[in-house]
């Protein structure tokens, strides 16, 4: 049960688009269609904003939007807002339990 | 609305044990797993383990396997996890959190947490 690989950090101005990726195996992300992500403030409790790889809960905005090819799961913001800044990490049925990854710092500059 | 509240958290020697509750309100208790994540401070998100709507399986993460054991009364709505043997590296914010569309979907709604502070 390794953390799925995900970047430390990215950043963009605002209105620009990020793409955060997310690898893990064929044991997880590669092997089920259900990759997650969460969106976590300093202090709060994390946020779900994309699940079963690519829908979003009601009231996400559409500008965040998920995908996968392969073992690699990627989030993309678009049209980058102030609030956006966070932290974002992945998440993967992983065959009864679940991974997480090991998240990234997302910055609007 | 959809809640989720965690209590039992403190300070415990290395080695001792510890009981924390998830008492829930909002839905259908019975029909939703309900998963236990913590997050060490200024660290990542680390999954702990999951229960069935009627805690008919239970799966746990490799680093608390053998010492956690998590349980639900659904008769009160409320999730536990006892936590034995306690490492210092078991130092985290502990959340629990429902699985979404029942058994077992990705956590959704999220406590608040609580600290769990291992230490002599």
């Known amino acids: 049960q390794s953390a799925l690989t995900q970047p430390r950090s990215v950043s963009g101005s605002p209105g620009q688009s990020v793409t955060i990726s997310c690898t893990g195996t064929s044991s997880d992300v590669g092997g089920y269609y259900y990759v997650s992500w969460y969106q976590q403030v300093p202090g709060k409790a994390p946020k779900l904003m994309i699940y079963?790889?690519?829908k979003r809960p009601s009231g996400v905005p559409d500008r965040f939007s998920g995908s996968k090819s392969g073992t690699t799961a990627s989030l993309t913001i678009s049209g980058l807002l102030p609030q956006d800044e966070a932290d974002y990490y992945c998440c993967s049925y992983a065959g009864g339990l679940y991974v997480f990854g090991t998240g990234t710092k997302v910055t609007v500059l | 609305q959809v809640q989720l509240v965690e209590s039992g958290g403190g300070v415990v020697e290395p080695g001792r044990s510890l009981r924390l509750s998830c008492a829930t309100s909002?839905?259908?208790?019975?029909?939703?797993?309900i998963h236990w994540v913590r997050q060490a401070p200024g660290k990542g998100l680390d999954w702990v383990a999951i229960?069935?709507?009627?805690?008919?399986?239970?799966y746990y993460a490799d680093s608390v396997k053998g010492r956690f054991t998590i349980s639900r009364d659904n008769s009160k709505n409320t999730v536990f996890v006892q936590m034995n043997s306690l490492r210092d590296e078991d130092t985290a914010v502990y959340y629990c959190a429902r699985c979404s569309g029942g058994d077992l979907g990705p956590p959704d709604y999220w406590g608040q947490g609580t600290l769990v502070t291992v230490s002599s």
């Open positions: 079963d790889v690519s």
């Open positions: 909002g839905f259908p208790f019975s029909n939703y797993g």
């Open positions: 229960i069935w709507y009627d805690g008919s399986k239970k």
